[in-house]
């Protein structure tokens, strides 16, 4: 088991927290996916200086998604990425559910419009072909959680 810290790597300049989001639908998991340029993601960003990365995930996903009602009902575990960006950078990946369906992108005031250009709830297979070989490993590992939920056939 990892447990939260706010400290994560001397050798990482930037060190972003966020959520794979799922929802239960037909008994089975949704997972939210963002879309920023041609790249599919969940909801992250960085941590800032004093904020731990529960912190950061919570602000992240409401400033990114409008989503308040996180819940994170198979606890605090994460999934922390190896470095990538040329090192500099790691993402580390809570589980959280929401009951929301419908989700916003609002504008980001430093940027003058939202940081993402589309969102989907995908299946697990859709989510797979959609992100990166590095988040898909976010996938993998919140499988040993949600393979087990009674709630899901």
């Given at each position: 088991?990892?447990?939260?810290?706010?400290?994560?790597?001397?050798?990482?300049?930037?060190?972003?927290s966020?959520?794979i989001?799922?929802?239960?639908?037909?008994?089975?998991?949704?997972?939210?996916?963002?879309?920023?340029?041609?790249?599919?993601d969940?909801?992250?960003?960085?941590?800032?200086?004093?904020?731990?990365?529960?912190?950061?995930?919570?602000?992240?996903?409401?400033?990114?998604?409008?989503?308040?009602?996180?819940?994170?009902?198979?606890?605090?575990?994460f999934?922390?990425?190896?470095?990538?960006f040329?090192?500099k950078?790691?993402?580390?990946?809570?589980l959280?559910?929401?009951?929301?369906?419908?989700?916003?992108l609002?504008v980001?005031?430093?940027?003058?419009?939202?940081?993402?250009?589309?969102?989907?709830?995908?299946?697990?297979?859709?989510?797979?072909?959609?992100?990166t070989?590095?988040?898909?490993?976010?996938?993998?590992?919140?499988?040993?959680?949600l393979?087990?939920?009674?709630?899901?056939?």
């Open positions: 088991m990892q447990y939260e810290d706010k400290h994560w790597s001397d050798d990482v300049e930037i060190f972003s966020g959520a989001i799922v929802r239960l639908e037909n008994k089975s998991f949704r997972y939210l996916l963002l879309k920023a340029y041609n790249f599919w969940f909801p992250k960003g960085q941590v800032e200086l004093g904020e731990s990365a529960i912190e950061a995930t919570i602000r992240e996903v409401q400033e990114e998604t409008t989503i308040t009602d996180l819940n994170f009902r198979w606890g605090f575990d999934y922390q990425t190896p470095a990538y040329k090192g950078k790691i993402a580390r990946y809570h959280a559910e929401t009951q929301r369906n419908e989700i916003s609002p980001n005031p430093e940027l003058g419009h939202p940081e993402h250009n589309d969102w989907i709830w995908a299946t697990r297979a859709q989510a797979l072909k959609l992100v070989p590095r988040v898909r490993e976010a996938i993998y590992w919140s499988d040993l959680f393979a087990h939920d009674p709630r899901i056939i």
